[in-house]
């Protein structure tokens, strides 16, 4: 005898009975498959959520590494004062807050962001490339540059090259008045060691961030065929004090250290860092102190400090930054 007719035999299929008996077998069986559905999903979607955080924040965190160890090297007298992370899914973006310390008072210099994201779509569209365009105005027939938020940029004259005219804003001073904070450009005549540097710099004026020589023959000679004068978001170099306005006693340590992490990291700056490398190691296999020589300084005083460098023979061209009122 057939299973079927068995079960015709046990189960009268076509009686009211059995028929809400099966019924609610389905009920219980479709509420079993929508439950195991349900506690899936939620479980993928937890799963989901923590790789995307977890994914995203080492993103994140390689991103600002990136930009706070770049600053080591570059970017005269700015600093990164507060950041945070805005998470999305897939894609997230580093914001952060920059400044720069004039007299001893830091000063708002832009806020920054940078996009990343799990699956880059569009590589390179996105990141820190704006903190470098500057806008122009003309000015008593030159021309003077500022950032986005307004800040005027310093221009930096390097000594071996011969330029037809030298700008020296110290000759300002009597215009800006006392009861002022200023900073201030300083290009040399020649390279220095830090020590001299800091040596012949009046007590008055702090150093804020030491241009270090970089160049090469050939960087030199492409300085040279257009008398190229630098601008601060072009030029490499040392912090001279923490974040904080604290003086750092041999910046010379955190620029080679900044100089080879930059070297292992594969961030958007890696070529500059490589740049820097060559040039100041001289394929010596490594960066020592007596590698880093200056050719010029950013410093920041009151008006009646900065008077203290007039004359100072060392000093080709000096040209002015911030300034803002002491009270």
């Not at 929508?34 to 991103?63: D, E, G, H, P, Y």
């Not at 570059?74 to 997230?92: C, K």
């Not at 221009?155 to 330029?163: A, M, Q, S, W």
């Amino acid at each position: 005898m057939s299973d079927e007719k068995k079960l015709k035999e046990i189960f009268d299929f076509n009686s009211d009975e059995t028929k809400k008996l099966l019924q609610k077998a389905k009920v219980i069986t479709l509420l079993r498959t929508v439950a195991v559905s349900l506690f899936v999903f939620l479980l993928l979607s937890i799963a989901i959520v923590i790789i995307n955080t977890v994914v995203l924040n080492r993103i994140a965190m390689k991103k600002l590494t990136s930009e706070q160890n770049f600053d080591l090297v570059a970017r005269p007298n700015i600093y990164m004062s507060q950041y945070q992370f805005n998470d999305g899914f897939l894609t997230g973006e580093l914001e952060y807050v920059t400044h720069r310390i004039v007299g001893n008072r830091p000063v708002y210099n832009g806020t920054y962001k940078i996009k990343y994201s799990i699956i880059p779509i569009v590589p390179g569209i996105y990141g820190p490339s704006a903190r470098g365009q500057l806008i122009q105005v003309e000015d008593k027939g030159d021309y003077s540059h500022y950032n986005r938020v307004g800040n005027r940029e310093m221009k930096f004259y390097h000594p071996y090259i011969e330029y037809k005219t030298y700008q020296n804003d110290l000759a300002l001073l009597e215009e800006i008045g006392e009861d002022k904070y200023l900073e201030m450009a300083l290009s040399f005549d020649r390279d220095y060691s830090l020590e001299e540097v800091q040596a012949m710099l009046p007590d008055e004026v702090k150093p804020v961030w030491y241009w270090v020589n970089t160049y090469n023959e050939e960087d030199l000679n492409e300085l040279k065929k257009g008398e190229i004068i630098l601008f601060a978001n072009q030029v490499y170099g040392m912090k001279g004090v923490n974040s904080d306005g604290t003086i750092i006693k041999d910046p010379r340590l955190s620029f080679i250290s900044a100089v080879n992490f930059g070297l292992k990291q594969k961030s958007r700056y890696h070529s500059q860092f490589q740049r820097l490398y060559q040039n100041l190691s001289n394929d010596k296999g490594e960066i020592t102190k007596d590698n880093i020589r200056v050719i010029g300084v950013v410093v920041t005083g009151d008006t009646a400090s900065m008077k203290l460098l007039r004359d100072k023979t060392y000093i080709k061209a000096a040209t002015l930054g911030i300034v803002i009122d002491k009270f």
